[in-house]
């Protein structure tokens, strides 16, 4: 019994410290231990809840990702109290007029407080003796979904508050996702040919209504406490002593947020975040002003739907209405068709606006949009420009995809399940500037001395119009670029020689096929050995290789497709390129049938060089850290795969020791 009591306090003692780290760096960014310190309590807590499952309690730290719940869907739940929305205004004046109402049958002078309304989706969070039980979302102010498991992945949401000084605790919150995190989703999912988010807010509320929780633990989301429904057992008189008691138990607090003597205050602070938005690390769309004290909040009421007591201000509309001139149809470097709007010159936001942006076809269908309807645009942030919605049909139907690529008139494709129309032809001319620089860089055919300026300059010369042509290329054709003399034009043409001798699994991702990375292209050329077992092998020999999905499969059929495609290769073919990938020397290494997962940066090896090593010893590598990972190789400044790899106890290797399991030591 007593060793029980004894074990019991080890984890408690484990889990106050880890809370009081996961305050100081998700709430206060000042943390005070290191990762790697941080990690081994971390590890510590799992290995005694691990070994004493009795013990484990949902509001202790490893449980914040479940790896059970998944919803079909969010059950309905009633708030205790209801979460009202707020009266907007959209100008000084009507903050002004809105003072004056408050004040009528009041015979004191009013303190206010005003915080920026994030751009995200409120939340409700609640706690019963000082652990987090339930969340949910707004709703319709009465009834909201619940999504605990969701809201429990949020770093900076405690599980424990620090302090606990209410039976029962009520706080409400807005969730959302910062800017750069924002960015970082949007080029992952297109990454992975999915659409993206249309903004911050959408990216938030579509993260949190995930069905798995994990999937919201991966999307970085955050959350900024704003009011709350009920508090029992604490005596608070201010809204603002509300936000010091937020911050002492363990909530994360907005830094601009002003409390003011009088609505002139008020006022110069609203311009001030106005102007300012742009600085901040969230988007915001105005700011909330509150009367600071409780009990005048009392005396001023509620009318049915808000709180007489405050004030939404919405900063001006970076909309405004245009007309859509044409769209001009672009292909990027791996032959996505990307539609852009030039419009009828219009003033937003102190700009002059004439172009914006598409996306793609499908939110051309979705708009129902076509050339010469008036549009309304929208500006955030330095973000580019976008059509929002038709404000006035004056055409036909909407801009339909078109048949052929507008810079070849090669065949395009758009892949099941994907919004993207494709030019698959690597020659194509909008594409081949970029397609080139790729073909000769270090990572495919390595072709030292080849960069962005001698490529350009070919290509003015008219010397290059497919990658056949590079090794067609002559000492006098080099000796026409700038600063070239007889020693840079022979090395060059040393280098274009000596790159002929690239492994099939360099010229596969040379060719710039779409999804498939240099990983891919190792795995491709293992299996198929020659560029005409690859060309030829159909779509079930393709879906049968390991870690090569659908989408990378129809791709590859894609390119393939393309007569012009299959005439470049034929022709490298006939220049002396090789196109076969060597046998592996992997009989006796302890990397066989391995799978490693590199993260943080290696001191004597680039990410490449590792990788490379793994692969040439039979190994394989993963960008995600699973309970199939063998291995998780660990440099400076890990992420978050070195802490998966601590929770699932999957085996960590330093630097060192991954240099000694490679030499067999």
């Known amino acids: 019994m007593e060793q029980s009591n004894s074990i019991e306090k080890q984890i408690e003692d484990l889990r106050n410290q880890i809370r009081h780290h996961d305050y100081l760096y998700y709430c206060l960014d000042n943390p005070e231990i290191s990762d790697f310190e941080y990690d081994k309590l971390f590890k510590q807590l799992q290995k005694l809840e691990n070994d004493n499952p009795l013990f484990i309690t949902p509001d202790s730290p490893t449980q914040r990702v479940s790896g059970s719940v998944v919803s079909s869907t969010f059950k309905q739940v009633k708030h205790n109290t209801p979460m009202l929305s707020l009266d907007n205004s959209y100008s000084v004046e009507d903050v002004f007029a809105w003072n004056e109402r408050i004040k009528k049958n009041l015979d004191t002078d009013i303190e206010f407080i005003v915080e920026p309304k994030i751009d995200g989706l409120s939340a409700s969070l609640t706690y019963i ?9 707004r709703g319709d102010g009465e009834y909201g979904e619940d999504i605990t498991e969701n809201l429990k992945t949020i770093k900076n949401i405690p599980l424990k508050l620090l302090k606990n000084e209410s039976i029962l605790c009520e706080i409400r919150g807005e969730v959302y996702i910062n800017k750069k995190d924002f960015q970082q989703l949007n080029d992952n999912l297109l990454d992975g040919g999915i659409a993206k988010f249309a903004n911050p807010r959408n990216a938030a509320a579509g993260s949190l209504r995930q069905k798995n929780p994990k999937i919201t633990a991966e999307r970085k989301l955050s959350f900024y406490v704003h009011s709350f429904g009920q508090v029992q057992g604490i ?30 205050e008020v006022t110069d602070f609203l311009m001030y975040l106005q102007e300012n938005r742009d600085n901040l690390p969230y988007e915001i769309d105005g700011a909330v002003v509150k009367v600071n004290d409780y009990n005048l909040q009392k005396i001023i009421g509620y009318t049915n739907k808000s709180p007489k007591w405050a004030i939404a201000y919405k900063f001006p509309a970076r909309q405004a209405t245009t007309r859509l001139l044409s769209i001009e149809l672009q292909v990027g470097r791996t032959g996505v068709i990307t539609p852009k709007a030039t419009l009828s010159p219009v003033q937003l936001s102190g700009v002059t606006i004439s172009n914006a942006t598409l996306h793609n076809f499908d939110e051309i269908e979705r708009l129902n949009v076509n050339i010469g309807d008036d549009v309304i645009i929208e500006r955030a942030g330095e973000v580019i420009p976008k059509i929002i919605k038709v404000a006035k049909k004056n055409s036909d139907g909407y801009f339909l995809p078109p048949l052929r690529c507008p810079s070849c008139n090669s065949h395009i494709v758009k892949e099941e399940e994907d919004v993207y129309y494709i030019c698959v032809n690597p020659s194509c001319p909008a594409q081949f500037r970029r397609s080139l620089i790729h ?17 350009d300059q070919l290509l003015k010369l008219n010397k290059i119009h497919t990658f056949a042509d590079i090794y067609k290329l002559t000492f006098d054709d080099l000796m026409l670029l700038d600063l070239f003399k007889e020693k840079k034009a022979n090395n060059l043409i040393q280098a274009i020689i000596d790159s002929k001798k690239q ?9 710039g096929i779409r999804h498939i990375g240099d990983k891919s292209a190792k795995i491709l050329a293992d299996k198929f050995k020659s560029i005409d077992n690859f060309i030829s092998a159909k779509k079930e020999e393709l879906l049968s290789v390991n870690e090569i999905g659908p989408v990378l499969v129809q791709s590859i059929l894609d390119f393939f497709e393309n007569e ?29 049938n391995k799978t490693f997962v590199l993260t943080g940066e290696l001191s004597t090896l680039t990410r490449k060089d590792a990788e490379n090593i793994i692969l040439s010893l039979g190994g394989k590598t993963t960008s995600s850290v699973s309970k199939k990972t063998d291995y998780v190789v660990v440099g400076e400044n890990p992420g978050s795969k070195y802490q998966k790899a601590i929770t699932l106890g999957i085996k960590i290797l330093n630097e060192r020791e991954f240099k000694d399991l490679v030499n067999g030591k």
């Open 129 to 137: 003796n000082g652990s987090f039980v339930s969340g949910a979302t």
């Open 235 to 264: 005596k608070l008189n201010k809204h603002s002593e509300f936000l010091d008691f937020c911050s002492k138990i363990g909530f994360p607090i907005q830094k601009d947020i002003k409390v003011c003597k009088n609505i002139k």
């Open 439 to 455: 073909f000769v860089s270090r990572d495919a055919m390595n072709i030292d001395g080849f960069g962005e300026v001698v490529a």
């Open 503 to 511: 492994p099939l699994s360099k010229l596969i991702f040379a060719l």
């Open 564 to 592: 012009q495609t299959l005439k470049m290769i034929e022709e490298l073919k006939s220049l002396g390129l090789n196109t076969t990938e060597p046998e592996r020397n992997s009989s006796f290494s302890p990397l066989v």
